[in-house]
């Protein structure tokens, strides 16, 4: 009788193990549909990923896997290749073959030595894909101080970009609306001018700038194929506070990624009722500048595609490779979607 109840027991379970088989295929490097991969894994680029729990292995990875890159920094105060951080950035940048750089400004500063400009006049990658904010660093280079609004426009004077056809320069000449292709997802970039100086916000940030940035978001038919990301230098980082209630509610509807800088600290603004969904508030923190000591970095930024998402990820440029950096979360994010933080394991 013992015998007769084993082999049923073996007989149950070797039915059961098969029936899981078909339903679930081991996993293959060799993938054409996300059904040839089990239930927690993703096509993509015809290999099988753990795309649910987002268990990607490395940076190399990434980018194998992304459809396409940019990167965003800040604050470098006109340092440029001769710190070795920067260069890092550059050559890093070159490596996984980026599409365009995004800044948060106060790339210049008055009376320093400012080789960002001249690395920008002979980098022609730099000069045509280089989309900087511009702050109260720029208004100071060019103008009578860091309160002279707009009279950064110089620098995107210097950077030719009146004539960028995928770009609508605003009549003041210091805000801008750019639309960068990857692929089949449309980058939205919007800049508008809020630099720290004057203390009054009103002025720093007036209404028609304001009622700038909520129109040019209104005319954006979103979409997932649709990044739309906002950068405001700000006075606090936190630019989003000084908006009205509908203001601010066409920025949580229609903005995947908020960008800030002036603290010279990377990290993320969390909205009350908001910790997985709607705008990504980002510090872009700083180059080479960082308020603390080992602060320092950039953002990296992958398109992923299969469903259309970024993985952002703040970057150590005192490290000898591209890799995580374990000081900070790596963010995930479906466009127009779901939000995740993870932390980066040591």
């Not at 292709?181 to 004057?198: A, E, G, N, R």
Request: proline share 3%; aromatic share 14%.
């Amino acid at each position: 009788m013992k015998h007769l109840f084993l082999f049923f027991l073996f007989f149950i379970i070797s039915c059961s193990s098969s029936q899981v088989n078909k339903e679930t295929p081991p996993l293959s490097n060799n993938c054409e549909v996300n059904t040839d991969c089990n239930e927690y894994n993703f096509c993509i680029k015809n290999k099988c990923v753990d795309y649910i729990n987002h268990n990607f292995k490395s940076i190399d990875e990434l980018n194998e896997l992304s459809v396409g890159k940019f990167i965003i920094m800040s604050d470098n105060k006109g340092d440029s290749t001769e710190d070795k951080r920067f260069k890092n950035m550059v050559d890093w940048s070159n490596e996984i073959g980026i599409k365009f750089i995004i800044g948060l400004g106060d790339h210049v500063k008055i009376n320093w030595p400012n080789q960002f400009l001249n690395f920008l006049e002979t980098n022609k990658f730099w000069f045509e894909n280089f989309y900087p904010n511009i702050a109260d660093g720029e208004n100071e280079y060019y103008g009578s101080g860091q309160g002279d609004w707009g009279a950064g426009k110089k620098f995107l004077e210097f950077l030719n970009f009146s004539n960028k056809k995928n770009t609508n320069l605003r009549e003041n000449g210091v805000e801008y609306y750019s639309k960068l292709k990857i692929v089949d997802v449309t980058v939205h970039l919007i800049q508008f001018h809020f630099p720290d100086t004057p203390s009054d916000a009103d002025i720093a940030w007036p209404q028609n700038s304001r009622d700038y940035l909520i129109n040019t978001l209104k005319s954006i038919n979103k979409t997932k194929n649709d990044l739309v990301i906002v950068g405001g230098h700000s006075m606090s980082g936190r630019w989003y506070q000084y908006l009205k209630k509908d203001e601010f509610d066409v920025v949580m509807q229609k903005v995947d990624l908020g960008l800030s800088a002036t603290t010279h600290l990377f990290g993320r603004y969390k909205i009350a009722n908001h910790d997985n969904d709607a705008t990504l508030f980002l510090n872009t923190g700083s180059i080479t500048r960082p308020r603390f000591s080992k602060g320092e970095g950039f953002i990296v930024v992958f398109i992923l595609d299969n469903p259309n998402r970024i993985v952002l990820q703040y970057i150590d440029p005192t490290k000898e490779n591209l890799e995580f950096d374990t000081r900070f979360p790596m963010f995930i994010k479906d466009i127009s979607g779901y939000l995740e933080e993870k932390i980066i394991e040591q």
